[in-house]
T-cell receptor, first 113, second 118 residues
């Protein structure tokens, strides 16, 4: 079946540090890949997505590239801010995944000033 | 942009009672809605897929008689937790899609509903 594995947190960083959150997946077919962010007490917001191999999703300074050869979709940001403190979820979905989203375990990120 | 709204945001109910959570798509028609459950500091677990005008499809291990889902219109799906128990206390989140996830369609999530059963 489909599964998503992402690095466990919490990840604690200083402001302006480089952030990487690893995400790998197993799936049949060619799923779409997503990163969602959840701020404290809120629901999930789509951060970025990629629908096919070698696509790069980007938003708010975050980037992730769909790597089919390594089945990965690592999230990166070059210079984090305190406001980036949240829980980040990697997910896969799409027609190949039966139109359902499968989430990774989530990675809590804490950015200190 | 598209908005999905859940109501209530917070609900406390007594053990043995039933509670209904609504999920509305505010500016688009959602043929499919999904209900997830999230335990503290854990990931989201898909409970069921709600299809407008037909029965919901439940994930393995989810009791369909306990978690009743109704998707009577293209803008509203409801989740009713029947005979609630303290172990049902959780964060319930819905999401909505105007179609399948193939191509560029986007899933939009509601704000979530905190259920506490006492």
């Amino acid at each position: 079946g489909n599964s998503v594995t992402q690095m466990e947190g919490p990840v604690t960083l200083s402001e302006e540090a480089f952030l990487t959150i690893n995400c790998t997946y197993t799936a049949t077919g060619y799923p779409s890949l997503f990163w969602y962010v959840q701020y404290p007490g809120e629901g999930l917001q789509l951060l970025l997505k990629a629908t096919k191999a070698d696509d790069k999703g980007s938003n708010k300074g975050f980037e992730a590239t769909y790597r089919k050869e390594t089945t990965s979709f690592h999230l990166e940001k070059g210079s984090v801010q305190v406001s980036d403190s949240a829980v980040y979820f990697c997910a896969l979905g799409g027609k190949a995944a039966g139109n359902k989203l499968t989430f990774g375990g989530g990675t809590r990120v804490l950015v200190k000033p | 942009g598209a908005v999905v709204s859940q109501h209530p945001s917070w609900v406390i109910c007594k053990s043995g009672t039933s509670v209904k959570i609504e999920c509305r798509s505010l500016d688009f028609q959602a043929t499919t809605m999904f209900w997830y459950r999230q335990f503290p500091k854990q990931s989201l677990m898909l409970m069921a897929t709600s299809n407008e005008g037909s029965k919901a499809t439940y994930e393995q291990g989810v009791e369909k008689d306990k978690f009743l889902i109704n998707h009577a219109s293209l803008t509203l799906s409801t989740l009713t937790v029947t005979s609630a128990h303290p172990e049902d206390s959780s964060f319930y989140i819905c999401s909505a899609s105007s179609g399948g996830l193939s191509g560029g369609n986007t899933i939009y999530f509601g704000e979530g509903s905190w259920l506490t059963v006492v």
